[in-house]
């Protein structure tokens, strides 16, 4: 009989303890009874097993939380009774009375008594407990006990007359008790490894409170090693989600807060060999203690050497995570966490988009973003990021000299474009998406899909009266502005151009301070005639911003008038100016050259062209491309300034002839991979422009040769381009080779249809040739598309005088005369 009750009360406790491992307390309580009932011998022990049972079943359903502790109150009467039973003498010598005191004190801390609580963990002598091996139950309740604590530490306000030592003193009690809260939290998430066993709020509060403590203390290497410490903890399945957390917030503690000075990479752990054996193999996982958590050790651990690799890797991981995490379900049972899982897969995305772009690494925040699409249906704010990573990319520079193949960046921009048409209906008040979106358009060469999102973002901000009414006129004003550029009916690039210029004259109006607007309005009364109006704004623009390059560079264009002699000596200082801001941007160069062959000398010239080819022959300057000042602008409607070379075609028709610039670029391209000799060399486009830049300086210093030579070296780069005819058949006309040259000037044509200097320079062939007719309707065709250009009626007028047309000439002349105000030196391009 004896043997027979001491089995039946092993099998108890063996039930007993497995309940209490799995949660099960309803069970466990009624086992406890049981026991009570057969064995009265472990009264205490049964009851102290009730009264756990009880208080663990309650704060199951009801967590110990300010909002609950009435009801604790009420509700807990009966396990404090239970648990009071069991630290009698009887319990102390079952040995319950311990883990009694360490129940009562979580017991009284969820009914809100902290005093009462720390009473009970100070007779439980909490603080000398020794650090040996604890049944995995014992460790959650020992780990919950120093949690509480510290959290009792931290509710109970410290008298005003306490001494600035005993503060210290407390609070760095409070801190050791968040420690040992947290390693023993850790080591018990990994000894249970069930998808079942969560830490609880308790236990993940003091995880997370420990470095918010060093961090108030001003200890932020002490904050950063515990975050460290806990993340380098070997990963359980129940730590999973709380990984994720520590992950996101080490990583906002090192962007916030860390600089190069002050930040100390980890510490590899190092692995011990095992002892007394022959094998090699090294254990992947130490522990440094009974009551610390195994920790990740491996010979090829990756150590970050600095913040900025911390930073990203740890983002990284962050995502990863958070996209595994994500709940993919749709029903309405799993909405709370599926809304929980997409907030805090967006912070981590957001902290990602913060690196990337310190970093210009978009490709990761599009990788990050497309994988978050199978989680995001219908989030505005993660929609809203993939098409502002879609433009920037779209916009971004190519980080290798080589330029981009143009199906591929016209692949970006369609696809930017689609993105922000998707994220626009989710974002129906958000007008800086469609800003960017505008933006995206205008670079593609979309005018009027851009002037119809700047004129939604327009039409959103009157309505909601926004910080951004004034860059929304301004970005509708570039629209219409790239549409007047565009249009040959005179009476739609009439129309665009009045809807630009008021406009840009609202913008200024409303924001009195953006040299953006300012010089967009320059641009535009240059483009309309009116000069001194043009200068007024500029001026502004540099008042604004004394380095923006758009305004230097429209600045001297308008100094360099072709009657304006007095006025060179502003035009050469403005270029000189630029070129002091840029000084590894090759556009300066190329000003001040055009200015010195006009308005200094040609030797002058020939040594700042010179020059210009060197920057763009050297290594650094092709590092450094994209670096280019003039690209900070932002200047969309002369953003497209492919062709360079000539000022009066980039003045007139610019945005209308993208396709013909883009065909020109994909066969060269093509021409290039078919060659097996010579493949397209990096910066080709610039580098070519200087070689034409040269050869025009030789021409003017008469060495046709030279010239030629020049031209030569320009094909080699560019074979393909309407300017390195236009410049060929230039050579030939120094030579009198007038056939040769109208046959240049034909194939120039017939790759961009429109280029002024190309249809001017043909007419001047044909009259050469004595081919007259032809020669008329040639220039009649140049002023039609460009009638502010007085070279052309110049040339107009000989023709005619030679037909013996002498009021026609006389009227040609006249323009030509009226004109010449209003006719910039050649080749500033705007």
Same mark, same amino acid.
């Given at each position: 009989?004896?043997?027979?009750?001491?089995?039946?009360?092993?099998?108890?406790?063996?039930?007993?303890?497995?309940?209490?491992?799995?949660?099960?307390?309803?069970?466990?309580?009624?086992?406890?009874?049981?026991?009570?009932?057969?064995?009265?011998?472990?009264?205490?022990?049964?009851?102290?097993?009730?009264?756990?049972?009880?208080?663990?079943?309650?704060?199951? $359903?009801?967590?110990?939380?300010?909002?609950?502790?009435?009801?604790?109150?009420?509700?807990?009467?009966?396990?404090?009774?239970?648990?009071? *039973?069991?630290?009698?003498?009887?319990?102390?010598?079952?040995?319950?009375?311990?883990?009694?005191? *360490?129940?009562?004190?979580?017991?009284?801390?969820?009914?809100?008594?902290?005093?009462?609580?720390?009473?009970?963990?100070?007779?439980?002598? *909490?603080?000398?407990?020794?650090?040996?091996?604890?049944?995995?139950?014992?460790?959650?309740?020992?780990?919950?006990?120093?949690?509480?604590?510290?959290?009792?530490?931290?509710?109970?306000?410290?008298?005003?007359?306490?001494?600035?030592?005993?503060?210290?003193?407390?609070?760095?009690?409070?801190?050791?008790?968040?420690?040992?809260?947290?390693?023993?939290?850790?080591?018990?998430?990994?000894?249970?490894?069930?998808?079942?066993?969560?830490?609880?709020?308790?236990?993940?509060?003091?995880?997370?409170?420990?470095?918010?403590?060093?961090?108030?203390?001003?200890?932020?290497?002490?904050?950063?090693?515990?975050?460290?410490?806990?993340?380098?903890?070997?990963?359980?399945?129940?730590?999973?989600?709380?990984? *994720?957390?520590?992950?996101?917030?080490?990583?906002?503690?090192?962007?916030?807060?860390?600089?190069?000075?002050?930040?100390?990479?980890?510490?590899?752990?190092?692995?011990?060999?095992?002892?007394?054996?022959?094998?090699?193999?090294?254990?992947?996982?130490?522990?440094?203690?009974?009551?610390?958590?195994?920790?990740?050790?491996?010979?090829?651990?990756?150590?970050?050497?600095?913040?900025?690799?911390?930073?990203?890797?740890?983002?990284?991981?962050?995502?990863?995570?958070?996209?595994?995490?994500?709940?993919?379900?749709?029903?309405?049972?799993?909405?709370?966490?599926?809304?929980?899982?997409?907030?805090?897969?967006?912070?981590?995305?957001?902290?990602?988009?913060?690196?990337?772009?310190?970093?210009?690494?978009?490709?990761?925040?599009?990788?990050?973003?497309?994988?978050?699409?199978?989680?995001?249906?219908?989030?505005?704010?993660?929609?809203?990021?993939?098409?502002?990573?879609?433009?920037?990319?779209?916009?971004?520079?190519?980080?290798?000299?080589?330029?981009?193949?143009?199906?591929?960046?016209?692949?970006?921009?369609?696809?930017?474009?689609?993105?922000?048409?998707?994220?626009?209906?989710?974002?129906?008040?958000?007008?800086?998406?469609?800003?960017?979106?505008?933006?995206?358009?205008?670079?593609?060469?979309?005018?009027?899909?851009?002037?119809?999102?700047?004129?939604?973002?327009?039409?959103?901000?009157?309505?909601?009266?926004?910080?951004?009414?004034?860059?929304?006129?301004?970005?509708?004003?570039?629209?219409?502005?790239?549409?007047?550029?565009? +249009?040959?009916?005179?009476?739609?690039?009439?129309?665009?151009?009045?809807?630009?210029?008021?406009?840009?004259?609202?913008?200024?109006?409303?924001?009195?301070?953006?040299?953006?607007?300012?010089?967009?309005?320059?641009?535009?009364?240059?483009?309309?005639?009116?000069?001194?109006?043009?200068?007024?704004?500029?001026?502004?623009?540099?008042?604004?911003?004394?380095?923006?390059?758009?305004?230097?560079?429209?600045?001297?264009?308008?100094? +360099?008038?072709?009657?304006?002699?007095?006025?060179?000596?502003?035009?050469?200082?403005?270029?000189?100016?630029?070129?002091?801001?840029?000084?590894?941007?090759?556009?300066?160069?190329?000003?001040?050259?055009?200015?010195?062959?006009?308005?200094?000398?040609?030797?002058?010239?020939?040594?700042?062209?010179?020059?210009?080819?060197?920057?763009?022959?050297?290594?650094?300057?092709?590092? $450094?491309?994209?670096?280019?000042?003039?690209?900070?602008?932002?200047?969309?409607?002369?953003?497209?300034?492919?062709?360079?070379?000539?000022?009066?075609?980039? #003045?007139?028709?610019?945005?209308?002839?993208?396709?013909?610039?883009?065909?020109?670029?994909?066969?060269?391209?093509?021409?290039?991979?078919?060659?097996?000799?010579?493949?397209?060399?990096?910066?080709?486009?610039?580098?070519?422009?200087?070689?034409?830049?040269?050869?025009?300086?030789?021409?003017?210093?008469?060495?046709?040769?030279?010239?030629?030579?020049?031209?030569?070296?320009?094909?080699?780069?560019?074979?393909?381009?309407?300017?390195?005819?236009?410049?060929?058949?230039?050579?030939?006309?120094?030579?009198?080779?007038?056939?040769?040259?109208?046959?240049?000037?034909?194939?120039?044509?017939?790759?961009?249809?429109?280029?002024?200097?190309?249809?001017?320079?043909?007419?001047?062939?044909?009259?050469?040739?004595?081919?007259?007719?032809?020669?008329?309707?040639?220039?009649?065709?140049?002023?039609?598309?460009?009638?502010?250009?007085?070279?052309?009626?110049?040339?107009?007028?000989?023709?005619?005088?030679?037909?013996?047309?002498?009021?026609?000439?006389?009227?040609?002349?006249?323009?030509?005369? #009226?004109?010449?105000?209003?006719?910039?030196?050649?080749?500033?391009?705007?």
């Amino acid at each position: 009989m004896t043997s027979r009750s001491k089995n039946a009360v092993r099998g108890y406790e063996t039930e007993i303890e497995k309940s209490r491992e799995e949660g099960n307390w309803k069970k466990a309580i009624e086992l406890a009874q049981q026991l009570k009932a057969r064995s009265p011998q472990h009264e205490s022990l049964a009851h102290f097993l009730i009264g756990e049972g009880k208080l663990e079943a309650h704060l199951d $359903e009801r967590p110990p939380t300010k909002e609950n502790i009435e009801r604790a109150q009420r509700e807990l009467s009966d396990a404090r009774g239970y648990l009071t *039973l069991a630290t009698d003498d009887a319990g102390k010598k079952a040995g319950v009375a311990l883990d009694a005191h *360490l129940l009562l004190g979580k017991l009284n801390y969820a009914c809100g008594s902290y005093d009462e609580a720390l009473k009970h963990y100070k007779l439980a002598e *909490l603080d000398t407990l020794t650090e040996k091996e604890l049944p995995v139950r014992s460790l959650r309740i020992v780990a919950e006990s120093y949690a509480i604590k510290g959290l009792c530490l931290e509710q109970n306000a410290v008298p005003s007359s306490t001494s600035r030592y005993k503060q210290a003193e407390r609070e760095t009690e409070m801190i050791r008790s968040f420690e040992l809260a947290s390693d023993l939290t850790l080591l018990y998430l990994q000894r249970t490894n069930s998808a079942s066993v969560r830490a609880g709020p308790t236990l993940e509060t003091a995880l997370q409170r420990v470095p918010i403590l060093h961090m108030r203390a001003g200890r932020l290497h002490c904050a950063i090693d515990r975050y460290r410490e806990m993340l380098t903890a070997v990963e359980s399945v129940s730590t999973q989600a709380l990984r *994720l957390t520590l992950t996101r917030q080490l990583a906002e503690v090192l962007l916030r807060g860390v600089t190069g000075q002050v930040y100390k990479p980890p510490e590899k752990i190092a692995t011990v060999p095992a002892q007394g054996t022959l094998t090699r193999r090294r254990e992947e996982h130490v522990s440094e203690g009974p009551w610390k958590p195994k920790k990740y050790a491996a010979i090829n651990q990756f150590v970050p050497r600095n913040e900025h690799e911390e930073a990203v890797l740890l983002v990284l991981v962050g995502e990863a995570m958070a996209a595994r995490d994500a709940v993919l379900s749709q029903s309405g049972e799993f909405e709370a966490a599926r809304a929980h899982a997409l907030r805090t897969a967006c912070a981590v995305l957001d902290l990602l988009a913060l690196l990337a772009a310190r970093w210009a690494q978009l490709s990761l925040v599009l990788e990050s973003l497309e994988r978050a699409m199978k989680f995001s249906f219908g989030c505005a704010h993660v929609w809203r990021q993939r098409a502002l990573a879609c433009s920037a990319a779209a916009a971004a520079p190519a980080r290798r000299p080589r330029p981009r193949p143009p199906r591929r960046r016209t692949q970006r921009c369609a696809r930017a474009h689609a993105v922000a048409k998707h994220a626009k209906t989710l974002c129906p008040t958000d007008a800086p998406l469609r800003l960017v979106a505008a933006n995206n358009c205008y670079r593609a060469g979309w005018i009027e899909d851009g002037i119809e999102l700047a004129e939604e973002a327009l039409a959103i901000e009157e309505e909601l009266g926004g910080a951004m009414l004034p860059r929304c006129c301004l970005y509708t004003g570039i629209g219409y502005q790239m549409k007047a550029q565009k +249009s040959n009916s005179r009476i739609d690039k009439d129309a665009a151009n009045d809807s630009a210029l008021k406009y840009f004259l609202r913008a200024v109006q409303l924001d009195d301070n953006d040299h953006l607007a300012f010089y967009h309005l320059g641009l535009q009364y240059m483009y309309l005639g009116m000069l001194n109006e043009a200068m007024e704004a500029t001026r502004a623009s540099l008042m604004a911003r004394a380095e923006c390059g758009g305004s230097l560079r429209l600045v001297a264009a308008l100094w +360099s008038c072709a009657c304006a002699g007095r006025r060179a000596p502003r035009a050469l200082a403005a270029a000189h100016v630029a070129r002091a801001h840029y000084p590894r941007a090759d556009w300066p160069r190329a000003l001040l050259a055009a200015l010195q062959l006009a308005w200094d000398s040609p030797e002058a010239a020939l040594i700042t062209g010179k020059e210009l080819l060197s920057l763009l022959n050297s290594t650094e300057a092709e590092a $450094e491309a994209e670096q280019n000042g003039y690209m900070e602008l932002d200047a969309l409607s002369d953003s497209q300034h492919d062709d360079t070379h000539s000022t009066r075609d980039a #003045a007139s028709v610019r945005a209308e002839f993208t396709g013909a610039h883009q065909l020109e670029r994909a066969l060269s391209e093509c021409a290039s991979s078919q060659s097996a000799v010579r493949t397209r060399a990096p910066l080709a486009t610039p580098r070519a422009h200087a070689w034409l830049l040269l050869a025009e300086i030789c021409l003017r210093l008469g060495r046709v040769s030279a010239a030629a030579g020049c031209v030569s070296e320009a094909t080699a780069l560019t074979p393909f381009s309407h300017l390195v005819l236009y410049t060929r058949g230039m050579v030939h006309a120094a030579s009198n080779e007038w056939e040769e040259a109208r046959q240049c000037f034909q194939n120039a044509l017939a790759i961009h249809p429109t280029h002024l200097d190309s249809m001017v320079q043909l007419g001047a062939a044909y009259y050469e040739l004595g081919w007259l007719g032809l020669a008329e309707k040639a220039l009649r065709e140049a002023a039609a598309l460009e009638p502010a250009r007085g070279d052309t009626w110049r040339r107009l007028s000989l023709v005619l005088w030679a037909r013996r047309e002498p009021a026609a000439a006389a009227d040609a002349a006249a323009a030509a005369l #009226a004109l010449r105000d209003h006719a910039p030196v050649e080749r500033l391009a705007l």
